[in-house]
């Protein structure tokens, strides 16, 4: 028995390997990346169990008129719990920024929406950037293709140093925007992503809030309109268009960063053959 645990056989190919196995594929590089590996499996799979959650204590307490007959109280503390769920991936923030509208309106919950936003991308990023350190960027280091990629999408500064107002500055506050504008596009998970590739802190923060904004916006009106706050009322309230449109939008957000990309590996390539021996 134990001679056929220590002699394991390849899935694949057959062949015989000494030890106690195949490996899982990407097990070394799971390995190597750590706790952000954990952090990026939380940011994919948390929201979705969150939201169950949100709209059950929704439908037996009254968290939305509590919210609103507090006043400034109810809307600071509405901000804090977004920037805190949205921060550590408890919850999906199309779900909190339609509560927003519900609870305060589209006036008030729009910019506090936004602030929980800010708020959830400082959380987020901070505790990405401190379970990353430099695994990320050491691994990007290896492949002089990848580090391209990141120094084309985003700038070349790494690290937290002063803030300079350059073109690098605003390609990367623009790089950030654009992967925000999608519906679709994972907060906690780009958060997670961009912390590890030591987006500077500033822009990335910037890009936050003016990505955000539009979807943000539209995520309140609609909440603003809901007479009961369900699951199921707030999919109905959602305008047929939205779908198709943040498709589309998304759609054209993968173009852009793809030809982007392309280039960067494009001029990557050519640079190493033009290089000396």
């Known amino acids: 028995m134990q001679?056929?645990?220590?002699?394991?056989?390849?899935?694949?190919?057959?062949?015989?390997?000494?030890?106690?196995?195949?490996?899982?594929?990407?097990?070394?590089?799971?390995?190597?990346?750590?706790?952000?590996a954990v952090l990026g499996l939380m940011a994919t799979f948390l929201p979705p169990?969150?939201?169950?959650?949100?709209?059950?204590?929704m439908a037996t307490t009254n968290i939305g008129p509590w919210l609103k007959s507090h006043g400034f109280a109810g809307v600071a503390a509405y901000v804090a719990a977004f920037a805190l769920a949205a921060g550590c991936a408890l919850l999906p923030t199309y779900a909190q920024s339609a509560l927003g509208g519900y609870a305060f309106g589209l006036a008030i919950g729009a910019p506090a929406a936004l602030l929980g936003f800010a708020?959830?991308?400082?959380?987020?990023?901070e505790l990405a950037a401190r379970a990353s350190g430099d695994r990320v960027m050491k691994l990007l280091d290896e492949k002089p293709k990848w580090r391209a990629v990141r120094d084309a999408l985003i700038g070349t500064r790494v690290g937290g140093g002063p803030v300079e107002i350059t073109p690098g500055f605003w390609r990367t506050l623009g790089?950030?925007?654009?992967?925000?504008?999608?519906?679709n596009s994972p907060f906690a998970l780009t958060n997670v992503v961009m912390a590890s590739v030591k987006v500077p802190r500033v822009p990335?923060?910037?890009?936050?809030?003016?990505?955000?904004a539009p979807r943000s916006t539209l995520a309140v009106a609609i909440g603003?309109?809901?007479?009961?706050?369900s699951k199921d009322d707030l999919s109905k309230a959602a305008p047929g268009w939205v779908v198709g449109v943040g498709l589309g939008v998304a759609v054209l957000v993968v173009?852009?960063?793809?030809?982007?990309a392309n280039k960067a590996?494009?001029?990557?390539?050519?640079?190493?053959?033009?290089?000396?021996?």
Not at 6 to 22: K, L, N, S, T, V
Not at 49 to 57: H, R
Not at 255 to 260: F, N, R, Y
Not at 265 to 277: E, F, M, R, T, W
């Open 255 to 260: 173009v852009i960063v793809g030809h982007l």
């Open 204 to 212: 990335f923060i910037l890009g936050t809030i003016i990505g955000m």
């Open 265 to 277: 590996i494009h001029k990557a390539a050519n640079g190493a053959s033009d290089a000396p021996a």
């Open 175 to 183: 790089m950030v925007a654009l992967l925000r504008v999608p519906p």
């Open 224 to 229: 603003a309109g809901l007479k009961e706050f």
């Open 3 to 36: 001679d056929a645990l220590d002699a394991a056989q390849c899935p694949a190919c057959g062949e015989q390997r000494p030890g106690a196995g195949w490996p899982l594929p990407g097990a070394p590089l799971l390995k190597r990346l750590g706790p952000t």
């Open 119 to 125: 708020g959830g991308a400082i959380i987020g990023y």
């Open 49 to 57: 169990l969150g939201s169950i959650a949100l709209f059950t204590a």
